[in-house]
């Protein structure tokens, strides 16, 4: 298998080296029915959409390379038929690290974003990232939206622009009254605003209010990361990324510096969306460096 061209640890990139260190092999994939035809594995990286029925398989988003065995042993216990689309939310490897492996029998779809940084590889703030291998690419790309008719579903992906990245995808099961809010939407969390890659606050709150204004009170939210999800999920969630934006552009127009923004502790109120790697420290870096225009900043590393 060709080495792994990029991942993410729990939703931040790290280098290729630190992954291929990661245990693989004590990742358990977990199954949730969540409605209809749609069920959600959660292991390590992004979690899965999943429709199954009689015309085969679709799944949102396929992780890391190395657990393809096991996500493929998850999605026998469901049903015996075989992949027939792969959707990637996002260019990001914990969403994208199985493409080469699906691929090879199953069409990989993306927004035509998606596909370039993949292609490209290139610079960027959490360093330097190998163009993807071919057999990973996307080979079925598109700019607005896309309709995959599969088991009943009119699946519906649709673009949400200057989010999480510049690709970014939602992807509605109309029939099952489920939506896949890749990592625009993190359960209860601070998400990655990955500003390098063209995300933005401003561009994630946009789509997020855009999703809550189309969904029905009884949707199933499937995160990024983090446990399922509700409508009131999300609209919380939406209140967090307006209010910690407001704090950090009303602390900015009165000119105090990013020390300053940690110093005064301006998102402690937050406190509780911090976890793991993105506390309301590294958030308030994140904020500040995207609205006072920066698009780096050392949060991004990780060793």
């Not at 004590?26 to 959600?40: N, P």
């Not at 992906?157 to 690709?167: K, R």
């Not at 029939?175 to 063209?198: E, Q």
């Amino acid at each position: 298998m060709r080495k792994l061209w990029i991942v993410i640890c729990c939703g931040l990139l790290v280098s290729v080296a630190s992954a291929q260190q990661q245990d693989f092999s004590k990742v358990e994939i977990k199954v949730t029915k969540v409605s209809g035809t749609v069920y959600m594995l959660q292991g390590a990286g992004g979690n899965i959409g999943v429709s199954v029925g009689d015309d085969g398989i679709l799944i949102v988003d396929d992780q890391y390379a190395p657990l393809a065995d096991k996500i493929k042993a998850a999605l026998k216990g469901i049903t015996d038929k075989p992949v027939k689309f792969v959707l990637n939310t996002h260019w990001h490897g914990d969403h994208t690290g199985g493409n080469e492996i699906f691929g090879q029998s199953a069409p990989v779809i993306a927004h035509s974003n998606v596909r370039k940084r993949m292609a490209v590889g290139g610079k960027y703030a959490f360093g330097d990232v190998e163009p993807a291998p071919k057999g990973a690419l996307p080979v079925v790309t598109f700019d607005d939206r896309l309709v995959v008719h599969i088991n009943g579903e009119d699946i519906r992906a649709i673009h949400f622009p200057n989010g999480h990245t510049d690709g970014d995808i939602v992807v509605y099961f109309t029939k099952s009254n489920v939506v896949h809010m890749g990592d625009d939407f993190f359960t209860g969390r601070f998400p990655f605003i990955d500003l390098v890659s063209g995300g933005s606050v401003k561009g994630l709150i946009t789509g997020v209010e855009k999703a809550l204004a189309d969904l029905p009170a009884d949707v199933k939210v499937i995160p990024g990361h983090g446990a399922l999800g509700s409508r009131d999920d999300l609209r919380t969630y939406l209140a967090m990324l307006k209010e910690t934006s407001s704090a950090v552009e009303a602390a900015l127009k009165r000119g105090k510096t990013l020390d300053q923004l940690k110093q005064e502790k301006v998102l402690a109120k937050w406190d509780k969306w911090g976890w793991g790697f993105i506390s309301a420290d590294r958030f308030t870096e994140i904020l500040y460096n995207d609205l006072s225009g920066k698009k780096v900043g050392k949060f991004i590393k990780h060793n």
